[in-house]
């Protein structure tokens, strides 16, 4: 489908929130090693299609995943895992909010300035509204920068995780849907 030829070397990694990033290093790793020359790491999210609370099944895990606490720990929620890292960093909620809020306002300067209108490749999508009424549009933007963003409304909002939580829809990742790929090279082949 990309057009790359047959001889062409492929391969997926299933990491879940870091695959692209663990493409990168393959690619890097083998560079280095002398493997390979050039390579493209890639990642794709599509939150959109997909429920995470469903993600796993109880009832279809064996038994003995639940008897092992190391297994038994991979099942929890990366929502879970940012409240457990907080308490460990004795993390504050409003130094997240705050956080949370400066990096709103960068992302918003640098869409603004036009800092990355060349990295972005526009995507024509086609989606099906409430009514069941197609759209299709353009995509070619970062879609989840929140113009207007403050520490104080950041703070007004709920924890996402458990009532004593710090975790919130405004100072985490979104549910987004999107891709990026990296192309990298051994330096002595990119000056050709």
């Given at each position: 489908m990309a057009g790359f030829p047959v001889e062409t070397t492929v391969a997926a990694v299933n990491r879940?929130?870091?695959s692209g990033i663990e493409a990168c290093s393959i690619v890097a790793s083998k560079i280095k090693s002398?493997?390979?020359?050039?390579?493209?790491?890639?990642?794709?999210?599509?939150?959109?299609?997909?429920?995470?609370?469903a993600m796993v099944d109880a009832?279809?895990?064996s038994d003995e995943l639940f008897e092992n606490e190391v297994a038994r720990n991979c099942l929890q929620s990366m929502g879970m895992t940012s409240e457990n890292i907080a308490k460990m960093y004795d993390l504050k909620r409003k130094d997240m909010?705050?956080?949370a809020a400066e990096s709103q306002r960068r992302a918003l300067h640098a869409r603004e300035s036009g800092w990355f209108d060349d990295e972005i490749i526009?995507?024509?999508?086609?989606?099906?509204?409430?009514?069941?009424?197609?759209?299709?549009?353009?995509?070619?933007?970062?879609?989840?920068?929140?113009?207007?963003?403050?520490?104080?409304k950041?703070?007004?909002?709920?924890p996402s995780f458990g009532k004593d939580g710090i975790s919130t829809a405004g100072n985490s990742s979104q549910t987004t849907d999107?891709?990026?790929?990296?192309?990298?090279?051994?330096?002595s082949v990119a000056e050709q």
């Open positions: 879940q929130c870091s002398g493997v390979i020359d050039v390579g493209i790491g890639a990642g794709v999210e599509c939150m959109s299609l997909f429920d995470m609370n009832e279809l895990i909010d705050e956080f526009p995507v024509k999508a086609t989606y099906t509204d409430k009514q069941g009424k197609k759209h299709t549009v353009i995509v070619n933007k970062d879609g989840g920068i929140r113009p207007g963003t403050t520490a104080a950041l703070s007004k909002l709920r999107g891709a990026a790929c990296v192309l990298l090279a051994r330096r």
